[in-house]
């Protein structure tokens, strides 16, 4: 082989030659290392082989010993169970019988561990020995006999019974089996034995000539890798002397001692050191960018890639050259103690283009991230978004780079103007880059990463190379949410208004002919009226159309009383007033008053109240005012039906006391779109609704605004031809208080200690105490009572009734007791005691100073007829009103009903009423000339003795919160026009008898 210098290759045969060897070398070592490696697997397998079967073969050889050694161990026992048996046979000493029963034990063990070596394997010795537990069981019994009959019968039973043979031909038996178990087991062994030996023999020979091969072929292997190896290094020193990048090689003492040409023409231009000076030597200023590097590799063995460095070059472009150092360690011989390879790149004309790249980079992304719209651009034709500015995720509210490849415009929700959602292939970049179009744009209200929502408009572009063919695509976005909903708005406002200019203009039309309808009847009436008042008819004639003059004018009182509410609640002027209040008495009075409309088109009231409704605090009258609503909605589109008023308390969801009412009909019903269409202002479910029923509209949408301002709802089920059910379900307790007391206006009589017609009930049958106070209670007393003699003594010192119903049987005192005591007190001697017995001792009552004495069971009318004695002398109604009209009507009223009335003009008037007589009832107006009806409520309550006087206000006028804070010392509080005057009268009449 000849060479040009010290390191370029130039023959070409004997490179033919070398290339051909490395072809050879290369087969030789493919086919050597498989089947060497094969040999030693087989050697190996055949040196396991044979051990793990020996291991096995002698498992089985000591088995077979054992099978031997255990059978004459059973036989032993066997045999000291029988001399002790004999033993005990022929003297009947306990104590021969104890090595027959030591051997028991010990012959159970035996028998056991012969079955378990018969398990593990299956051979002659086991099979000879299969039945040998039967027959030593048999023998075992026979003996056991012997003993039991020498036990019981005496020696000459026991000899006669061992004379029979029986126990020698068992033992016999037992002896011929263990022998054909030897002889086997010993057969089993000697095969064992040789089979062993054959198969050491052969596998032993068949491993030693397969590792015998093995080492051959690898020791050809390592002669052929070292023909291999020396040829690698010639062809790696004309590799390293030719190669264009600098290779040099670095001594423990950090000086260069070799380098190939590349490296020496560095050194020849000043760029780097020459051999034998550290390779910093030029420029000191590299070591400590380089040695640390250095050191590492030398030390540690550590690889150091990509050092960069940058040296003065004026022949460089720019003055400076780059270059890209790498250090790796170097194991040399213990002669040269090893080293420090070199590598190093000259990167200076990448260093500049990729400096000129970052620039332009840099002025891309500046310009980019100051665009006022987001930017995205993604490869095609996968669609997959690879850059972005900061705009598009401050637009997007999201991170836009994928997660993974594909899952770009997948995971973007938006939805189009008409509400649907926008498919991944809607999309304008998956337009785009699907070839479809040129260009795509599209406007969308995109669901944020935050999940709010926002219009966007998305605008495609695509990107071609040099050769047209798309290489991608540009998607710029804009934030056009606020233009979007201003329009929107827009839209919305202008259709809201065209249909509440619409809504309004038919709202008008209708109320017109609403508001003419009832007035004309009253105004044709009352010229009837006139006329036959005239030709002098009687006033039963009259009664018919004075009648309907009064539907009339109360339906237009209603219609009216709509719009105000309606004015009231869109001016934020309607208040909640909160009073406690019992809700079935109210619901059964409110059905009372709209027994007739119901009943106007045949109609059927049902009540179905749930029996703990009790109380609630909140707006009475517009609790009511909701119901009497839905009650009149109902009655409106049934007709031969039934309406049904139901209610019940129940907890809500979010677990506060509620209070549910249902008005369910079984009239005309509503179709799904009609009933979106309820609880809007000034409309009706259908324009034919109003030609056919009538009405304003109104009812509906004030009775959501009521329930609202209560913190309730209103629900609708319905179902066309077949009728609606309605429900109102408002808290129990409403949460915003008013400043107003809720006892102030309540229209429940409060427990008073000096009632004028309080009766004490004192009995310990709770039967007896309900049952009389529900017959005092509908005679107009208040109740209360007690339970047995101690407190009944406490309630008359604290209540200090009228009368006393006393029972005689009581517990702890009894009612005699109780009587002394009251009769013996100054201060209680003088009420009256009433008492109560099943035995007739009417002289013992008389003479303790009972006023009267009723047995028991107590009948009604003798009760009524009692008590009768006890009302209060004082009484009659007081009316302050400034019309004289409508005071000389309720007055009327009041005195066909059997009261005493007074009347007055003003409150200074009603003051001097007062002062002359006592009344039990108060009838007040508000608003009138002199004294108004708040200063007089304030001067009649300081007056001695009317603190507790009910009082009704009867106004027209809308209270706010301060004047309902003035009137705090009203019992109830009623609008004109909102209850008929007889209703009135009846009111006052239950506020007397409670009083």
């Known amino acids: 082989m000849t060479r040009h210098g010290a390191d370029t290759l130039h023959d070409e045969d004997t490179n033919g030659r070398l290339v051909g060897w490395h072809r050879v070398s290369s087969l030789a070592i493919s086919s050597i290392i498989p089947v060497a490696c094969a040999l030693l697997v087989v050697a190996v397998l055949a040196g396991s082989w044979n051990y793990v079967a020996g291991q096995d073969s002698q498992a089985d050889a000591r088995r077979q010993r054992s099978f031997i050694v255990r059978s004459d161990h059973l036989v032993s026992a066997m045999k000291d169970l029988e001399i ?44 000879a020995l299969a039945p040998l537990r039967g027959l030593v069981t048999s023998e075992r019994a026979f003996f056991q006999r012997v003993v039991d009959v020498r036990r019981d019968q005496g020696t000459d039973a026991a000899i006669a019974l061992v004379g029979t043979g029986e126990g020698r031909r068992l033992m016999e038996a037992i002896l011929a089996a263990k022998r054909d178990a030897d002889v086997r087991a010993n057969a089993e062994t000697a095969r064992i034995e040789d089979a062993d030996r054959w198969r050491s023999r052969i596998l032993g020979v068949l491993s030693l000539a397969c590792a015998t091969a093995a ?67 030029r420029h000191p200023a590299l070591e400590t960018r380089i040695r640390p ?34 250090f790796y360690p170097l194991k040399g011989s213990e002669d040269t103690g090893g080293g420090v390879g070199v590598a190093v790149s000259d990167v200076t004309a990448a260093k500049l283009s990729e400096e000129r790249v970052r620039s332009g980079e840099a002025t891309l992304r500046a310009v980019l991230d100051t665009l006022p719209v987001g930017v995205l651009i993604a490869e095609a034709p996968s669609g997959r978004v690879i850059d972005h500015n900061v705009r598009a995720e401050a637009i997007l509210g ?72 798309l290489v991608g695509a540009v998607v710029v976005m804009s934030d056009i949410d606020v233009r979007k909903r201003s329009e929107q708005a827009l839209a919305a406002a202008r259709d809201a208004a065209e249909g509440a200019s619409r809504a309004k203009s038919t709202f008008l039309a209708n109320m017109s002919h609403e508001l003419r309808t009832p007035l004309s009847a009253i105004i044709g009436y009352s010229e009837m009226l006139q006329e036959e008042i005239q030709d002098g008819a009687e006033a039963s004639e009259l009664t018919t159309d004075v009648g309907r003059i009064e539907g009339n004018a109360r339906h237009l009182l209603g219609l009216i009383n709509d719009v105000l509410d309606l004015s009231k609640v869109e001016s934020g002027k309607m208040e909640v007033y909160v009073e406690e209040f019992a809700v079935e008495p109210l619901l059964r009075d409110l059905a009372a008053t709209v027994g007739s409309v119901v009943a106007k088109k045949g109609n059927r009231l049902e009540l179905r109240l749930s029996p703990d409704l009790g109380t609630m605090r909140s707006d009475l009258t517009k609790v009511r005012q909701v ?15 039934t309406i049904t008023i139901a209610a019940v308390r129940r907890q809500g969801q979010d677990g506060l006391d509620r209070l549910s009412f249902s008005l369910a009909d079984t009239g005309i019903g509503m179709t799904p779109e009609q009933v979106n269409k309820l609880f809007q202002r000034f409309t009706q479910a259908d324009q034919s609704t109003t030609r056919r ?24 089920e319905s179902v066309e031809g077949r009728g609606s059910t309605f429900t109102f379900e408002v808290p129990s307790n409403h949460a915003p208080v008013t400043d107003v007391p809720s006892d102030a206006l309540s229209s429940s009589p409060t427990t008073s200690t000096d009632r004028r017609d309080l009766v004490l009930v004192i009995d310990d049958d709770a039967d007896q105490r309900t049952l009389l106070s529900r017959f005092l209670e509908r005679e107009g007393f208040a109740v209360q009572a007690a339970g047995d003699g101690h407190s009944g003594l406490d309630a008359v010192r604290s209540l200090r009734p009228r009368a006393i119903l006393l029972d005689v049987m009581l517990p702890g005192i009894d009612g005699w007791s109780v009587l002394s005591e009251l009769k013996s007190d100054p201060e209680l001697a003088a009420i009256p005691v009433v008492m109560v017995s099943s035995v007739d001792d009417k002289g013992l009552a008389a003479s303790l100073g009972a006023a009267d004495y009723m047995l028991k069971p107590v009948r009604r009318d003798r009760l009524t007829q009692v008590m009768a004695g006890f009302r209060s002398s004082e009484g009659g109604v007081l009316i302050v009103e400034d019309d004289a009209n409508l005071r ?83 019992s109830q509080i009623l609008n004109k026009g909102d209850i008929s005057l007889r209703a009135i009268t009846e009111r006052l009449t239950g506020l007397a008898h409670r009083a």
């Not at 690898?218 to 052929?224: E, G, K, M, P, S």
């Open 398 to 469: 999201h991170g836009v780079m994928p997660a993974r490849p594909g899952e770009d415009v997948e995971r973007w929700v938006a939805f189009h103007e008409d509400g649907r959602q926008v498919a991944p292939g809607d999309w304008p970049l998956a337009r785009v880059v699907r070839g479809d179009e040129a260009f795509a744009e599209t406007e969308v209200d995109y669901v944020r990463g935050d999940g709010r929502r926002a219009w966007i408009d998305f605008s495609c572009a695509p990107m071609q190379g040099r050769d047209g063919a």
């Open 627 to 641: 119901v009497l609503n839905l009650v009149g909605n109902a009655a409106k589109f049934t007709e031969g039906g």
């Open 84 to 127: 002790g048996e004999r033993g005990y046979v022929l003297t009947g000493r306990e104590e021969y019988l104890r090595p027959y029963e030591d051997a028991l034990p010990q012959i159970d063990m035996d028998l056991d561990g012969l079955a378990a070596l018969g398990m593990r394997r299956t051979n002659g010795a086991a099979a």
């Open 215 to 281: 080492v051959a072929l690898l020791t050809r292997l390592a002669l052929v890798r070292r023909r291999d190896s020396q040829r690698s290094r010639e062809t790696l020193d004309d590799v390293l002397g030719n190669a264009p990048v600098g290779l040099g090689f670095l001594g423990r003492d950090l000086t260069v001692r070799h380098m190939n040409a590349a490296l020496s023409r560095m050194a020849a231009g000043g760029v780097l050191a020459g051999v034998g000076d550290p390779l910093w030597a």
């Open 888 to 970: 000389l009507h309720v007055r009327s009223l009041l005195e066909d009903e059997g009261w005493t009335v007074a009347d007055a003009g003003n409150g200074r008037e009603a003051l001097e009423q007062v002062a002359l007589r006592r009344p039990e009832v108060v009838l007040l107006d508000l608003q009138m000339p002199v004294m108004d009806g708040f200063d007089f409520l304030k001067e009649f309550r300081a007056v001695p003795g009317c603190a507790d006087v009910p009082v009704v206000v009867l106004t027209a006028k809308d209270l706010t919160r301060e004047d309902r804070g003035m009137l705090r010392g009203a």
């Open 693 to 716: 029923f009538g009405g304003t509209g109104l009812g509906l949408s004030i009775t959501k605004a009521f329930a609202d301002m209560l913190g309730g709802t209103v629900t609708v």
């Open 293 to 326: 590097h250095v050191d590492a590799a030398l030390r540690t063995g550590t690889v150091s890639t990509d050092i960069e460095v940058a040296v003065p070059d004026a022949a460089a472009a720019g003055g400076t050259r780059y270059l890209n150092l790498g």
